[in-house]
């Protein structure tokens, strides 16, 4: 069951259009500059553990997308299961 809740996971990611969301190109624009800025602001030292910090956060968020996404693919299974057998 998780093997086929990863393929869907991967599948579904690389199906997304939101690059293409004027919404999303704006914020990312945004965050992209608030990035830049902080940076200007840091010495290597605060670079580093900065851009470490970012790395993690990075993957907390991956890990919470993955497992919200797992999760309605299981509850969706199972609906499917009560509709239809």
Do not use: P, W
Not at 28 to 38: F, G, M, P, S, V
Request: net charge negative; proline share 0%.
């Amino acid at each position: 069951m998780e093997k086929i809740i990863n393929t869907l996971f991967s599948e579904y990611l690389s199906e997304q259009k939101v690059s293409k969301d004027d919404e999303y190109v704006a914020l990312c624009k945004k965050a992209t500059q608030k990035e830049q800025e902080l940076r200007n602001k840091l010495n290597e030292e605060q670079t580093k553990y900065f851009e470490e910090l970012f790395e993690i956060t990075s993957q907390i968020h991956f890990l919470e997308v993955k497992d919200a996404f797992s999760s309605a693919c299981k509850l969706g299974a199972k609906v499917s299961k009560e509709l239809f057998i």
